[in-house]
């Protein structure tokens, strides 16, 4: 009963989220004079193209007579995001990559790793009417390395969760879209295809209740048909320096229609200067498939940061 209550509870605070979405304006670049210069292009025709490299070091050291107690630590986190948009009349495209590794290491213990990520998006969309479109995309979500639970008890003692493509997640879709202001987008897909994939079929024994993320024991790969597929996404500068950005999921499946799966990334980023910026990443996700309960994660880091 708690874990249906919490899932409730979830969904009405993704909700609020989104009906609560301020109504700021952005413009895209106009290249309609700059661009393919002699050629006839319709006005309204736009690119965009933003790619984000950075660095995050974080360290700390104690004295042997440090009263305060600590313990010596260092961590390294790198990431990549890359998007691009380009529309043509009626016609546009959208890609969309984020990659995200970090390790630490305390003294006394193995490194580990604390954030881990993959996600590429393409789509299409062919113009209905200035707000609404339909649209078909592939959308792939892993993480590049091993992932493991530590032994409370023992520093040196690991079961291994997870890998690359272990799990992975494949969706096809095809719907509607909603797209009010140019940062902001719902997508809704009833009958989209998702291809859950762990190519180590020796997961399962560390997995919760042996689930297996939800592909059968002995396979590496479950298909799913969507009842219905949304997803909300928003990319703004919501002060001068300032981003937030954020990708919700909602997926019920026709098999299992009341099981709804729920997955929320966020990341607020703050420039201090050209090459420096802090940021707070949180990620909340509901699946059966992989706890009964609501898993959360959350990062705040300081480092270099490069965007063009």
Request: proline share 3%; hydrophobic share 40%.
């Amino acid at each position: 009963m708690s874990g249906k209550l919490q899932h409730t509870s979830f969904i009405a605070l993704i909700l609020l989220t989104l009906l609560t979405v301020p109504g700021y304006s952005q413009n895209k670049v106009d290249l309609s004079n700059s661009l393919n210069a002699g050629r006839l292009k319709t006005p309204g025709d736009t690119a965009w193209k933003k790619i984000e490299f950075g660095a995050n070091l974080n360290q700390g050291s104690f004295s042997s007579n440090w009263t305060g107690g600590g313990v010596n630590s260092i961590a390294l986190g790198l990431f990549l995001n890359a998007l691009s948009e380009t529309k043509k009349g009626k016609n546009s495209w959208r890609n969309d990559f984020q990659g995200q590794y970090g390790i630490v290491r305390n003294k006394g213990q193995q490194s580990r790793k604390n954030v881990d990520r993959i996600f590429f998006d393409t789509k299409y969309n062919r113009e209905l009417s200035p707000k609404w479109s339909l649209f078909a995309n592939v959308n792939f979500l892993s993480q590049f390395g091993a992932g493991y639970e530590y032994d409370k008890d023992s520093a040196d003692v690991k079961r291994k969760v997870s890998g690359i493509l272990s799990p992975a997640y494949l969706t096809e879709a095809i719907g509607i879209e909603y797209r009010p202001v140019p940062y902001f987008f719902v997508d809704v897909a009833p009958g989209a295809l998702r291809q859950t994939i762990v190519v180590d079929k020796d997961l399962y024994v560390n997995t919760p209740d042996q689930k297996n993320y939800g592909v059968p024991i002995g396979k590496r790969v479950r298909t799913e048909a969507a009842l219905i597929q949304v997803v909300a996404n928003f990319d703004k500068d919501i002060a001068k320096d300032v981003n937030l950005k954020f990708r919700y999921l909602m997926f019920s499946s026709f098999k299992h229609p009341l099981n709804i799966d729920n997955r929320l990334d966020a990341q607020l980023t703050a420039k201090i200067n050209k090459y420096v910026n802090a940021n707070i990443g949180a990620i909340m996700v509901y699946d059966e498939d992989q706890s009964n309960k609501i898993q959360f994660a959350q990062a705040l880091s300081i480092g270099f940061l490069f965007a063009f």
